[in-house]
Structures are given as structure tokens and as C-alpha cells.
């Protein structure tokens, strides 16, 4: 027999922001620790756009410019989370 501890989820890992030119290629990364582990999601403006610990956007546009929030979830009655600022800046 052995026990199983459940533990919130915790941010080890947090996105930061960043500054690119248009078409620039921009990664973020996000980790946490818990029990059960926890689940990554990535979203803007209120939708999903990506799941699990590293957010890729190629070819970046103007419009992917904004506040990009990772949340941890494991099932528990808590979510961590953090945001990172995303600016797009224009090539010209």
C-alpha cells in the first residue's frame, strides 16, 4: 500500500515577456509541479491557442501582438498561472 499526496498545482517556469519584428519566430515557456501533474494551456484574449509547456508562434503578425496567459490545472480547486506581454512590432 502506499500513499498518494495531492498537491496543487506550482509555477516553476514562467513566460516572460517579449519584443519581436513582424515575422520573427517567438517561443514561451511555462512549467509547473503538482500532483496529479498538471496540465498547461495557453490563451489570449480569452480562447485557447496552444497547450503544454512551450508556445511556439512563427511568422509573427501585428495582430498576435497582446497578453498571453499559462495556466496550470491538475483537477484540483486551484490554478496557477502567469501572463507574458507579446509586441509586435512592424518590419518598416
Known amino acids: 500500500m502506499y500513499l498518494s499526496v495531492l498537491v496543487s498545482p506550482s509555477l516553476t517556469t514562467r513566460p516572460t515577456d517579449k519584443t519581436v519584428l513582424e515575422a520573427a ?42 497578453k498571453y496567459w499559462c495556466l496550470a490545472e491538475n483537477g484540483l480547486n486551484l490554478t496557477a498561472n502567469a501572463s507574458a506581454s507579446l509586441d509586435v512590432q512592424c518590419k518598416y
Open 25 to 66: 519566430n517567438v517561443t514561451f515557456h511555462c512549467n509547473a509541479i503538482g500532483n496529479p501533474v498538471p496540465k498547461i494551456s495557453w490563451i489570449k484574449d480569452g480562447k485557447a491557442v496552444a497547450s503544454g509547456d512551450t508556445l511556439r508562434i512563427i511568422n509573427t503578425k501585428r495582430n498576435q501582438s497582446g
